[in-house]
């Protein structure tokens, strides 16, 4: 799921779940549960979001080698990170379908305030002179991601997407580059 915050991808990612019999696996959720109503005032606190992410990454490369499909409902605003994954997805022998859910300003707002309304207990309180920030950080995919073309070649000083990604989510498991379960 690719999208900034009020663009309904957590909406989208349970219904491609139910759908497809997949695992979903959201980081806003578990960041709540694990780390406590105080840390939700920081959507990152002192780098867990990071630390988190790369587990549930992990997670779902081992549900994707064991035949079971994934829906990672995480936002990732980067083409590095949606390039990582699909590689990875890629190594294990699964595809990857890149789903992106544009949103007007207007939308966002109004959806992020409902949100805030309605669960505050589910959702991090996020500020509207925020929203242009994030849109300023946030890549959107291109054709080529959207039409499931394999990933570019990774960065340079990296040997491979997956050297990136351990670098971008420090707790993914070294184990993740070995060959995939047939």
């Known amino acids: 799921m690719v999208g900034l915050p009020g663009s309904g991808k957590t909406v989208r990612a349970r219904e491609l779940s139910a759908k497809r019999g997949a695992l979903q696996l959201s980081p806003d959720a578990w960041m709540l549960s694990l780390f406590g109503q105080e840390d939700r005032h920081q959507t990152r606190p002192d780098g867990k979001r990071w630390l988190l992410e790369g587990r549930l990454v992990a997670l779902a490369i081992d549900a994707l080698r064991l035949g079971v499909s994934v829906v990672l409902d995480f ?13 990875m997805a890629g190594s294990v022998g699964a595809s990857c ?37 994030w849109k300023e950080g ?13 990933p570019p070649s990774s ?28």
């Open 75 to 87: 936002g990732l605003w980067s083409r590095d990170e949606r390039s990582a994954l699909r590689s």
């Open 97 to 133: 379908e890149v789903v992106y859910l544009p949103v007007e300003r207007d939308v966002q707002w109004s959806r992020i305030q409902a949100r805030w309304r309605n669960t505050p207990e589910e959702t991090f309180p996020m500020a509207e002179e925020e929203i242009d920030g």
């Open 138 to 150: 946030f890549e959107v995919p291109d054709a080529n991601e959207l039409a499931g073309s394999p």
């Open 155 to 182: 960065p340079p000083g990296y040997e491979s997407w997956f050297d990136w990604a351990q670098q971008f989510w420090p707790s993914l498991a070294p184990s993740l580059s070995g060959p995939p379960v047939s």
